[in-house]
């Protein structure tokens, strides 16, 4: 895909005035270093051990061309260190995009290649500091454990913008393959690391978004169906089962002058088949939501304040059935978080965040950081830092 | 109970969202002196703004210049003008760049480089306060005539 669009670029130049092509040449890019603190339970790296963790770091990179007024070119590489998770260089997206149809106040086109998946509010920019709403994504809407699954896709998008009196539609529907480091997922999943390894299929992604046409209120409907197949390994448990996830997630902001107010619903169908005698079918409802406000004290100082909560079950919140099915704390089946933020941008470029999170519950906790999770512990505390620029 | 200062707010808000863009401290929108175009509708120009159209209405390339989100003219040029705060531009253009969707407007320093990037330049729109336009040579700066309907 990569290749056929560097071919397709060079034909291109090789045939016309490369400084019409090289006009529209655009790049972009951010560098990202946090730090973590908390008084139990690991967060990149090892938090609470010492001094705390510099674990995650994140340094984005992309570029993107326009040769013909209906046709672009995107691509950007993201490295990111995240305690024992990441630490590599992904190719975060690299598609090319086709407005076949363009009046100005209606836009409709495809994009083919590697395409950023459309959930919520925050997740195709996730991993842009100066777009999440808080160096943590709140938990239940953006589920660390899905993340590789949640980032992009190889497929197609179609997109439908249309421009009216009230404000702007935004439509999107994807289709494709999702990354397919999944292995958080998987341990998640079986509450241990299974032999085989469960794989991801097809995605199916759409989203409705609408903005009014000052930009104080947004609304947004996500829709995601993914399916998962498990490849069994040698003298394995389970035969090759099937897992369905489909979710639906309702997004809405509201800006009064200086404060913002955003918040999400989420609830999440688990279909669960075909495993074998060893992991009976099943079906779990998970839901979530969060509330922030965010409020403008200087033009350059925020705060913040969030409630987040998430449950793995809707029908087992506190988690007793969760813990007696797996062994592991009951604590392991939700999260709710309180926060309290602070957000300094002193120049357009920097910015500098602070986070004060009171969790109880650990269901978002990364099992590369936290590998035994009868050792974590409900009620904790979690401080983070955060220093960015972007270019 | 909810005070009679955050219903005038919220008034103020709805309000905000239905009103035409007054022409009272608005900047002037300015193009190159090569480009032909002399006048353009205000829908035009919030299509170049948020990146929803990339070519002149003679079909020549377009090319989109801005100064910072804090900058007062900035701010003038987005409320007054486009009729959107500053805050909606920010999020759609980082959106476009860091999501692979689309492109931002190219940012300058201050009005005296936006004024110089536009004269010399061949495809450009951007935006000027009109001191600093009343002080230029007659034809260094395309001053466009924004219909508003």
């Given at each position: 895909m990569?290749?056929?669009?560097?071919?397709?670029?060079?034909?291109?130049?090789?045939?016309?005035?490369?400084?019409?092509?090289?006009?529209?040449?655009?790049?972009?890019?951010?560098?990202?270093?946090?730090?973590?603190?908390?008084?139990?339970?690991?967060?990149?790296?090892?938090?609470?051990?010492?001094?705390?963790?510099l674990?995650?770091?994140?340094?984005?990179?992309?570029a993107?061309i326009?040769?013909?007024?209906?046709?672009?070119?995107?691509?950007?590489?993201?490295?990111?260190?995240?305690?024992a998770?990441?630490?590599?260089?992904?190719?975060?997206?690299?598609?090319?995009?086709?407005?076949?149809?363009?009046?100005?106040?209606?836009?409709?086109?495809?994009?083919?290649?590697?395409?950023?998946?459309?959930?919520?509010?925050?997740n195709?920019?996730r991993?842009m500091?100066?777009?999440?709403?808080?160096?943590?994504?709140?938990?239940?809407?953006?589920?660390?454990?899905?993340r590789?699954?949640y980032?992009?896709?190889?497929?197609?998008?179609?997109?439908?913008?249309?421009?009216?009196?009230?404000?702007?539609?935004?439509?999107?529907?994807?289709?494709?393959?999702?990354?397919?480091?999944?292995?958080?997922?998987?341990?998640?999943f079986?509450?241990?690391?299974?032999?085989?390894?469960?794989?991801?299929?097809?995605?199916?992604?759409?989203?409705l978004?609408?903005?009014?046409k000052?930009?104080?209120?947004?609304?947004?409907?996500s829709?995601?169906?993914?399916?998962?197949?498990?490849?069994?390994?040698?003298?394995?448990?389970f035969?090759?089962?099937?897992?369905?996830?489909?979710?639906?997630?309702?997004?809405?902001?509201?800006?009064?002058?200086?404060?913002?107010?955003?918040?999400?619903y989420?609830?999440?169908?688990?279909?669960?088949?075909?495993?074998?005698?060893?992991?009976?079918?099943?079906?779990?409802?998970?839901?979530?939501?969060?509330?922030?406000?965010?409020?403008?004290?200087?033009?350059?100082?925020?705060?913040?304040?969030?409630?987040?909560?998430?449950?793995?079950?809707?029908?087992?919140?506190?988690?007793?059935?969760?813990?007696?099915?797996?062994?592991?704390?009951?604590?392991?089946?939700?999260?709710?978080?309180?926060?309290?933020?602070?957000?300094?941008?002193?120049?357009?470029?920097?910015?500098?965040?602070?986070e004060?999170?009171?969790?109880?519950?650990?269901?978002?906790?990364?099992?590369?950081?936290?590998?035994?999770?009868?050792?974590s512990?409900?009620?904790?505390?979690?401080?983070?830092?955060?220093?960015?620029?972007?270019? | 109970?909810?005070?009679r200062?955050?219903?005038?707010?919220?008034?103020?808000?709805?309000?905000f969202?239905?009103?035409?863009?007054?022409?009272?401290?608005?900047?002037?929108?300015?193009?190159?002196?090569?480009?032909?175009?002399?006048?353009?509708?205000?829908?035009?120009?919030?299509?170049?703004?948020?990146?929803?159209?990339?070519?002149?209405?003679?079909?020549?390339?377009?090319?989109?210049?801005?100064?910072?989100?804090?900058?007062?003219l900035?701010?003038?040029?987005?409320?007054?003008?486009?009729?959107?705060?500053?805050?909606?531009?920010r999020?759609?253009?980082?959106?476009?760049?860091?999501?692979?969707?689309?492109?931002?407007?190219?940012?300058?320093?201050?009005?005296s480089?936006?004024?110089k990037?536009?004269?010399?330049?061949?495809?450009?729109?951007?935006?000027?306060?009109?001191?600093?336009?009343?002080?230029?040579?007659?034809?260094?700066?395309?001053?466009?005539?924004?219909?508003?309907?």
């Amino acid at each position: 895909m990569f290749k056929g669009i560097l071919l397709l670029l060079t034909l291109y130049m090789s045939h016309s005035h490369a400084s019409s092509v090289f006009d529209s040449f655009q790049t972009h890019g951010f560098i990202n270093q946090g730090y973590f603190i908390s008084s139990s339970n690991n967060v990149y790296g090892k938090s609470s051990t010492g001094n705390g963790s510099l674990g995650l770091t994140e340094i984005g990179l992309n570029a993107s061309i326009r040769p013909f007024s209906q046709l672009s070119f995107a691509i950007q590489g993201i490295y990111r260190k995240a305690g024992a998770l990441n630490n590599d260089v992904r190719l975060d997206f690299a598609l090319l995009d086709w407005t076949f149809y363009n009046t100005g106040d209606i836009q409709a086109g495809i994009r083919l290649g590697r395409v950023k998946n459309p959930i919520g509010f925050f997740n195709e920019t996730r991993d842009m500091p100066f777009t999440r709403p808080s160096i943590y994504l709140p938990h239940g809407i953006y589920y660390e454990r899905l993340r590789n699954i949640y980032l992009s896709a190889d497929g197609a998008q179609f997109y439908f913008n249309q421009s009216t009196d009230i404000g702007e539609f935004d439509l999107k529907i994807s289709a494709g393959q999702p990354l397919d480091d999944i292995k958080e997922l998987e341990i998640a999943f079986f509450s241990f690391d299974a032999p085989g390894s469960l794989e991801p299929e097809d995605a199916y992604l759409a989203k409705l978004e609408y903005e009014n046409k000052s930009g104080a209120t947004r609304l947004a409907l996500s829709y995601v169906d993914i399916d998962l197949s498990y490849d069994p390994g040698t003298h394995d448990l389970f035969d090759d089962g099937d897992i369905t996830i489909k979710m639906l997630i309702l997004s809405a902001q509201q800006r009064i002058d200086d404060l913002t107010l955003t918040g999400a619903y989420l609830r999440q169908k688990s279909v669960v088949s075909n495993f074998g005698p060893f992991f009976p079918n099943s079906t779990p409802i998970s839901e979530s939501y969060y509330l922030q406000g965010q409020y403008q004290l200087t033009p350059t100082l925020q705060v913040g304040l969030r409630y987040d909560v998430a449950y793995l079950s809707k029908d087992d919140k506190d988690g007793a059935s969760y813990s007696a099915l797996t062994g592991k704390p009951k604590h392991s089946a939700f999260t709710k978080d309180s926060m309290l933020s602070l957000n300094w941008i002193p120049h357009n470029q920097w910015m500098l965040r602070a986070e004060y999170h009171r969790i109880n519950g650990t269901s978002f906790l990364s099992y590369a950081d936290n590998p035994m999770p009868n050792a974590s512990t409900k009620n904790w505390d979690l401080f983070a830092l955060q220093l960015s620029y972007r270019f | 109970m909810i005070s009679r200062t955050f219903y005038k707010q919220l008034i103020f808000i709805v309000l905000f969202s239905c009103i035409k863009p007054s022409i009272g401290f608005s900047a002037e929108i300015i193009a190159s002196p090569h480009v032909k175009t002399t006048t353009l509708s205000l829908e035009n120009l919030r299509h170049i703004f948020f990146m929803r159209r990339q070519e002149w209405p003679d079909g020549t390339p377009i090319k989109i210049y801005v100064l910072s989100d804090n900058n007062i003219l900035h701010k003038e040029f987005s409320k007054e003008n486009l009729g959107v705060f500053p805050y909606k531009l920010r999020r759609l253009w980082d959106r476009n760049v860091f999501s692979g969707t689309g492109q931002s407007p190219i940012l300058l320093k201050d009005e005296s480089e936006m004024i110089k990037v536009i004269s010399t330049s061949h495809r450009a729109i951007g935006y000027a306060s009109k001191e600093a336009i009343s002080n230029l040579n007659q034809g260094s700066v395309n001053v466009l005539f924004i219909k508003d309907k």
